[in-house]
């Protein structure tokens, strides 16, 4: 929960709940001092008006007689004190009884404020009684209490402006913030969007130099981490190209001399052989006999290396490669896997092909697809195997997918070395190698080798080979 409501959050929001969170308590503060102020302030102002009241009143007793009776005194003296705010005044007779209704002095323009404000902000209301005496007898009283509903709707209004101001300016500090952070933290996002590119191996990412220094400064080692790769990964491929190409090199040296030197010997041996058996004719029975089946063990022993000999050239290097278009031999190899395994159906789909890519990509299309097929056919027990074969134009790129419904890779399991020597074959003609496998779900071997441009105008068409294909491909 803690993870989702706030380390799960970007750095934007968590400055910004902050930001919030530190003025929230400053407002509160805030508010809590303005109370106590105003709590203050309307007590000191209160007893403040009741004494002038006081003594006003009390001036005013003083000269009863002299110019009104002490009856119409009592009755002009609330008149009088009109000027004064925050009170509340009432008239009573030596009985006590009220001479007029008590008045409440102080402006009316400010709308009430809320009770619970004033119930944090008034102060304890006291009542102060001053006797009227006249001719040495007392002829009424004037009670004087303070009535601050005035001054706390006063200073209610005040604080609602100035937190209104307060609010308008915080929202728009926030709003400026979020603008500004998104500025500040935009390069980690960018950076966060290079790392990723990295990780996909794409070593050409380049981010823009941000202003803050210590961004900049993050942003310049990765640019030169970004160009390290991309230099590293250039000579890995330039070296990854010659060992292929010194390979393919040795490769077809040893199949030529398998071809030229071992397969003649070989032939001249068989014909030795059958030579030999042929002279046995004219010794005795018994001996002849002996040496026809020496003989014709000779010829056995010579054809099963010459049977070894045409694997090792098959396996070191197709001898048709580079002398038949590489859609010819593609068929050729399918049409084996269909005569070879009956209960699997192949279809290959090979459009728009050129004759040939050169040595090396013809060779690594042709490996990765005959160790596809024989992981298909020996592995996934699949019933059906689909290979595409494509060339893309404007990506220029030789596109190669083969996918079978056999029974898939399971969760874990470790890359066989077939699956490890076609990625390396395909990386280092610098294209990509993605083998997508879910149990009893197939697999899918997916291949993207870059090309140059077309060394003919050849082009193929498709070719479905079923597997109740008896008579194979035409060759």
Request: glycine share 8%; hydrophobic share 45%.
């Amino acid at each position: 929960m803690l993870h989702g409501l706030w380390y799960g959050r970007s750095i934007r929001l968590q400055l910004l709940i902050v930001l919030i969170l530190v003025d929230l308590l400053a407002a509160l503060l805030s508010g809590t001092i303005a109370i106590w102020r105003a709590r203050t302030q309307t007590s000191v102002e209160i007893a403040a008006s009741v004494h002038l009241a006081e003594l006003l009143v009390g001036d005013a007793a003083k000269y009863v007689g002299q110019q009104l009776s002490a009856e119409e005194f009592l009755r002009a003296l609330p008149t009088q004190l009109r000027s004064m705010r925050h009170l509340r005044i009432s008239v009573k007779d030596p009985a006590g009884m009220p001479v007029a209704p008590a008045l409440t002095f102080g402006a009316k323009e400010h709308a009430p404020a809320p009770a619970w404000f004033a119930a944090l902000v008034a102060p304890a209301v006291e009542s102060h009684d001053i006797p009227v005496i006249a001719a040495g007898r007392p002829v009424g009283q004037v009670e004087i209490a303070g009535e601050p509903a005035d001054e706390i709707a006063e200073v209610w209004e005040n604080l609602l402006a100035i937190g209104s101001v307060a609010v308008l300016l915080n929202i728009t500090m926030i709003g400026v913030l979020y603008v500004l952070f998104g500025r500040v933290l935009d390069p980690l996002t960018a950076l966060g969007a290079g790392l990723s590119d990295l990780q996909r191996q794409s070593y050409g990412v380049r981010l823009p130099q941000p202003y803050p220094r210590e961004l900049a400064v993050i942003v310049v080692r990765f640019n030169a981490l970004a160009r390290a790769l991309e230099t590293a990964r250039a000579e890995n491929l330039t070296l990854n190209r010659r060992l292929i190409s010194a390979q393919d090199d040795e490769r077809r040296r040893t199949a030529l001399e398998l071809h030229d030197e071992v397969g003649p010997c070989l032939f001249g041996l068989k014909v030795c052989a059958a030579s030999i058996a042929a002279a046995a004719a004219d010794l005795p029975d018994k001996a002849a006999q002996k040496m026809s089946e020496r003989a014709r063990e000779i010829v056995t022993t010579v054809e099963h290396l010459q049977a070894i000999n045409r694997t090792m050239l098959e396996r070191l290097r197709p001898m048709a490669l580079g002398h038949v278009p590489l859609k010819d031999i593609l068929e050729q190899l399918v049409g084996e896997r269909a005569r070879q395994t009956p209960q699997t159906s192949f279809e290959l789909r090979a459009q728009e092909l050129t004759p040939s890519y050169g040595d090396s990509i013809d060779l690594t299309v042709y490996r990765c697809i005959q160790e596809s097929l024989t992981n298909a056919i020996r592995h996934a027990q699949a019933k059906h195997v689909t290979i595409d074969i494509h060339e893309d134009g404007a990506a220029a790129l030789l596109k190669v997918m083969v996918q079978d419904d056999g029974r898939g890779i399971a969760v874990g399991a470790p890359a066989g070395l077939g699956i490890r020597g076609m990625q390396e074959r395909v990386e280092g003609l610098g294209g990509h190698y993605f083998l997508n496998s879910k149990t009893s779900h197939g697999t899918c071997v997916s291949i993207s080798i870059p090309i140059g441009e077309s060394e003919a105008s050849y082009r193929g068409g498709a070719r479905v080979i079923k597997k109740h294909d008896d008579q194979g491909p035409d060759h």
